[in-house]
């Protein structure tokens, strides 16, 4: 045997069962009838990272009732998520709102990071080149 594992050719690259097909759409909206100002929401190719985060932050939005997700089967990319508003928002404008402001937030913390990345980077430089105190102790304090 070549030492191949005879299962690789068969099991698609994980990071492909992410990917939208040609006709997917990423999400799609279908009004609850069993409750007012009620919508489910599918969520092709995501997982319990983005339910998870989508649903605890809906939760803290003011005109939001209720948030809840499920993930219908582990194997299967697909993420309900069911929103219900006190009715002076609709469901889609209380997940638009939601996602607008996690990529807001996780932009800036982004950035934040960066920034601390880029002061450590710049202060280990000076610590190789001697320091403040001409690498009598190293640098350290």
């Known amino acids: 045997m070549n030492g191949a594992n005879p299962k690789q050719n068969s099991e698609p690259n994980r990071f492909e069962l992410f990917l939208l097909q040609d006709g997917e759409k990423k999400i799609e909206e279908k009004v609850f009838t069993g409750m007012s ?40 990319p697909e993420l ?18 939601a996602c607008k402001q996690l990529v807001a937030m996780y932009g800036q913390l982004g950035r934040e990071f960066q920034k601390e ?7 280990d430089q000076g610590e190789q080149g001697g320091g403040v105190n001409g690498g009598a102790n190293g640098g350290h304090y």
């Open 117 to 123: 990345l880029a002061l450590r980077q710049y202060a």
């Open 37 to 76: 100002n009620t919508s489910d929401f599918k969520i092709l190719k995501e997982d319990h990272t983005l339910g998870n985060l989508l649903a605890e932050h809906l939760k803290q939005a003011p005109h939001v009732l209720m948030a809840g997700y499920k993930i219908a089967h582990p194997n299967v």
């Open 80 to 97: 309900f998520i069911r929103i219900q508003t006190d009715g002076s928002i609709t469901p889609r404008e209380a997940l638009v709102g």
